[in-house]
């Protein structure tokens, strides 16, 4: 039978992730509904899917209490971290998995703890895929003998404008004249800083040793067009160092193509692998 996906959030990646869906890039599958609370980006995904879905919806209420909702398998959350946070608990509380693209919402405390918590109580399953790194299956492993992670992002200035980080102190990107060190501290102030951008580093506070412990450094690069990552890490037994240079996406130069095609493999394995490869 084919499995029923739901998607929130059509813009950049959801539209990907949801193209990927209808050219079959997942066995058996579709996209049975899509909802986002922009009419405009629910139109123009539900245009240019092959298979159109049997839902769409702009308003969360409609899309929970519909049958379309009860004939889905799996939701994919690829909105923001506020839409994470407001919808996500109900989802898993009326037995759906989810898919989690804004990992940044398990920064705050009181969602993360009612997430770990619902999960232990009715068996449902979140699953956050690496996105646009590697590594995390080592940083799992020895977690426990971490003694320092440091993340070092360095964007391009479009990749990074419109951050939280620059409007707050008034600041234009477009003036970044050469490759700079805007920011250092903890994982979670650079989640505040740069909610949309630096989804890499609460994958590795969460997957190492936390967010308040792992460290981020951003650098802001005006002669690259990449997003690159580097992560670095001591642990008692030894030290490894990980560079990750990941290209534009090739038709949306927002995103990370590696951010879709991670997205697409952990649907693969949420669905349907019966053999796991690596931790
Ligand atoms: N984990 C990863 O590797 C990874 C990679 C890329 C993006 N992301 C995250 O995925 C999310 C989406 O990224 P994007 O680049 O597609 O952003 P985007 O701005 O292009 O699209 C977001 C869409 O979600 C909708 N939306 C936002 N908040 C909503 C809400 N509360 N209710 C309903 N709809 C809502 C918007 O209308 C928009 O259409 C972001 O949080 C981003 O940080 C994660």
Not at 145 to 155: F, M, N, R, S, Y
Not at 174 to 180: D, L, M
Not at 251 to 277: F, G, M, R, W
């Amino acid at each position: 039978m084919s499995k029923n996906i739901s998607l929130i959030g059509c813009g950049a990646i959801g539209h990907e992730i949801a193209k990927s869906i209808d050219k079959q890039q997942v066995p058996n599958s579709r996209v049975s509904a899509l909802f986002d609370e922009d009419n405009e980006k629910l139109d123009q995904l539900k245009q240019s899917l092959i298979n159109k879905p049997d839902g769409i919806f702009n308003n969360f209420d409609d899309f929970v209490n519909s049958t379309v909702f009860d004939e889905t398998h799996f939701i994919i959350e690829a909105a923001s971290i506020e839409a994470a946070q407001q919808y996500c608990v109900t989802l898993l509380e009326k037995g759906k998995d989810v898919m989690i693209m804004s990992t940044g919402s398990f920064s705050n405390l009181t969602f993360s703890n009612k997430i770990y918590n619902l999960i232990r109580e009715n068996g449902r399953k979140v699953y956050l895929p690496s996105g646009a790194i590697g590594g995390s299956d080592i940083l799992r492993a020895v977690r426990a003998h971490i003694d320092e992670v440091l993340l070092i992002t360095t964007k391009s200035i479009n990749s990074i404008k419109g951050a939280p980080f620059f409007i707050k102190r008034n600041l234009d990107v477009n003036t970044i004249g050469e490759k700079t060190v805007i920011f250092e501290g903890t994982a979670e102030e650079a989640i505040s800083e740069f909610p949309s951008n630096i989804n890499v580093s609460a994958l590795v506070s969460m997957a190492g040793i936390g967010f308040q412990k792992t460290k981020v450094r951003v650098i802001v690069d005006p002669f690259i067009s990449t997003n690159q990552h580097e992560i670095k890490v001591k642990w008692k037994f030894g030290e490894f160092y990980i560079k990750i240079n990941n290209y534009p996406s090739p038709s949306n130069p927002k995103t990370s193509y590696l951010a879709v095609l991670s997205a697409i493999e952990c649907l693969k394995s949420a669905l349907y692998n019966d053999i796991q490869i690596g931790s």
